[in-house]
């Protein structure tokens, strides 16, 4: 199953020891991915898990869970799983993995702070918008309440996150809008980064349906760019945050800490617009 699956994962994991954990989506829903589609939903077998780490460099740093959202396993897994890791990996001192609000709710603070403690430091997250009408368009298991609930839950087990949002998700004419309801979401929690991913229309994915039907009209360039300098210009972190713009599907390449590189990357932003 696992074994001929397309492995995803964030472009900062590129170097990192992959582990499977889970096959497929246990969600896979959201209109505008179709990267699991086709995929059946599974979990690897702790023996086929157990192989990978008695074969790994004794000093390996860092492990990275790959599955679209392997925290779906549950708390009494996860906690066995970390612990294969330390008993296999004793230098390992970071796990990471993705993560989705829906599955992040069935833990709780004290579980979270439990993972956190057994070796889970790092997760990322797709909240992609601030807007629930957005979200059910997208149809995407949560809330914007929710989102916050749980990034909060986050903050208090110490579990630190990336915060994964899509500029281009709310359509024609709504990106500025977008961008102010989003920057206001992510303004009630504490995150360490803002991973910026620009809406591109996948083959398969329901999104291409929806744009041929004329439910849905993607921005242009132009309103992208307005989008990601609203977002700057409205985020206000408690605590340094990192704003990266550097993923792949970015129309514009941009890395800084607000709130002391704001004016910086708010600029980059303005005079690539200029010249369109």
């Known amino acids: 199953m696992y074994r001929n699956d397309t492995v995803y994962y964030p472009q900062d994991e590129m170097t990192t ?3 499977p954990v889970t096959s497929g989506c246990s969600y896979n829903k959201c209109v505008f991915c179709s990267m699991y589609k086709d995929d059946k939903y599974g979990e690897v077998p702790f023996s086929d898990i157990e192989m990978q780490l008695v074969n790994g460099y004794t000093y390996t740093e860092k492990v990275f869970l790959t599955g679209a959202d392997p925290i779906s396993i549950g708390f009494d897994k996860m906690k066995r ?3 294969m890791i330390h008993q296999h990996l004793p230098y390992c001192a970071c796990v990471a993995s993705y993560a989705s609000i829906k599955n992040i709710s069935k833990y709780s603070v004290e579980e979270l702070s439990i993972l956190h ?3 889970l430091r790092l997760l990322y997250i797709g909240f992609e918008t601030g807007r629930d009408d957005i979200l059910k368009l997208m149809n995407k298991s949560h ?8 990034a909060k839950k986050l903050n208090e087990s110490k579990i630190p996150f990336d915060s994964i949002i899509m500029y281009g998700i709310a359509g024609e004419g709504e990106s500025v809008d977008n961008a102010v309801a989003t920057s206001k979401m992510i303004n009630q929690f504490m995150t360490n980064r803002v991973i910026t991913m620009n809406l591109t229309v996948s083959h398969g994915a329901e999104l291409e349906n929806m744009i041929k039907r004329g439910d ?3 921005p242009n ?3 992208r760019l307005v989008e990601i300098r609203t ?3 409205n985020l206000e972190p408690k605590q340094p945050m990192i704003f990266d713009t550097t993923h792949p599907t970015n129309i514009i390449k941009i890395k800084g800490t607000l ?3 704001k004016k910086r990357l708010i600029d980059k932003v303005t005079n690539l617009i200029k010249v369109l």
């Open 259 to 261: 709130p002391q590189d």
């Open 231 to 233: 977002l700057l210009e």
């Open 216 to 218: 849905f009209i993607s």
């Open 221 to 223: 360039r132009t309103e």
């Open 81 to 83: 799983l970390l612990d």
């Open 117 to 119: 403690d057994a070796g």
């Open 17 to 19: 020891f992959l582990l």
């Open 143 to 150: 809330t914007v309440n929710e989102a916050v609930k749980q």
